[in-house]
């Protein structure tokens, strides 16, 4: 069973850099795409950042230009780097691992969150 521990969120004030960590039980970013999402209260959760694994990045146009994904497959652990955070980059991130196998069956895996909360 693969585990996915986020860390690093917090308190931060608008125009502030926080740096989220994703660490993985065993290795698997080299054959996962791993993707951080974001929920607001009562929303649904939404898209931050896709690393593949071959490392093609891609972000909505929410973040594009302020948050960076990265992936340290020696230290099982991908990284977002948010720069330049907003009031409203405020909520519980999440860290999540996917994968399609040959048959087209989904196998992935969530983290628990941290919350990133962006206020002065």
């Known amino acids: 069973q693969v585990q996915l521990v986020e860390s690093g969120g917090g308190l931060v004030q608008p125009g502030g850099s926080l740096r989220l960590s994703c660490a993985a039980s065993v290795s698997i970013f080299s054959i996962y795409t791993v993707s951080w999402y974001r929920q607001h209260p009562g929303k649904q959760r939404e898209l931050v950042a896709t690393i593949t694994s071959g490392g093609v990045t891609n972000y909505p146009d929410s973040v594009k230009g302020r948050f960076t994904i990265s992936r340290d497959n020696a230290r099982n652990t991908v990284y977002l780097q948010m720069n330049s955070l907003k009031p409203e980059d405020t909520a519980g991130y999440y860290c999540?691992?996917?994968?399609?196998?040959?048959?087209?069956?989904?196998?992935?895996?969530w983290g628990q969150g941290t919350q990133v909360t962006v206020s002065s």
């Open positions: 999540n691992a996917a994968r399609y196998s040959n048959r087209g069956e989904r196998f992935e895996y």
